[in-house]
């Protein structure tokens, strides 16, 4: 019984942000949940695991095959926000003033950790840039090192492309931060004075 608490501990622990004593906590707390609870949320995560992928154009996730956003005609598709991962996409929908698109790079150039231009979304994003006839590209990236490499990266490819202006969410995300854990107001006013960025 004492190893089926250990284990248990040691997967949680390996969940972001949750630590070994968090993980003990969580772990006790689902001890005591009574039994329609407990397999309500093995459930959950099953359905979650097995019916959440990524949106076949934008990469944000999705139960169909592409997203609402993706989906929505309503949106303006001249204008792609490109964000780090899947969950970016909703927390800078919840600031409820961008209309446009999406484009998830599925995360950040960081060499040292083997993550290179090449292992990230980039060639959809340009054939994207080319089909919809983009305008704007606002970069999301994290307010990180990588993530500052990522939209130096992105300037890089399109600066050949005269037609699209280039901008960077503003000040008021905390520097080192990121976009997944900014609240709803700091987004809505780095979109609204998004700098231009090259
Ligand atoms: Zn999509």
Do not use: W
């Not at 001890?31 to 019916?51: G, V, Y």
């Not at 939209?151 to 037609?163: G, M, V």
């Amino acid at each position: 019984m004492d190893d089926v608490i250990n284990l248990l501990i040691k997967k949680l622990s390996k969940l972001p942000t949750i630590g070994p004593k968090s993980a003990t906590k969580i772990a006790y707390h689902l001890i005591k949940m009574d039994d329609n609870e407990a397999s309500e949320l093995a459930q959950d995560i099953k359905t979650i695991s097995k019916k959440i992928h990524p949106c076949k154009i934008c990469g944000s996730f999705t139960q169909e095959e592409t997203c609402k956003f993706c989906n929505d005609d309503e949106r303006d598709r001249t204008t792609i926000c490109v964000v780090e991962e899947p969950q970016d996409v909703l927390t800078i929908a919840s600031s409820e003033i961008y209309n446009g698109i999406f484009h998830v790079l599925g995360g950040s150039i960081n060499p040292l950790e083997g993550i290179n231009p090449s292992n990230l979304n980039f060639a959809s994003l340009l054939e994207r840039i080319e089909e919809n006839n983009v305008k704007e590209i606002i970069i999301a990236t994290n307010p990180t090192e990588e993530g500052d490499t990522t939209a130096l990266y992105i300037s890089h490819i399109l600066k050949n492309n005269k037609d699209i202006v280039i901008t960077r969410l503003a000040s008021g995300l905390p520097i080192g931060g990121d976009i997944e854990g900014a609240d709803k107001l700091t987004i809505a006013r780095s979109l609204r004075s998004r700098n231009k960025f090259s």
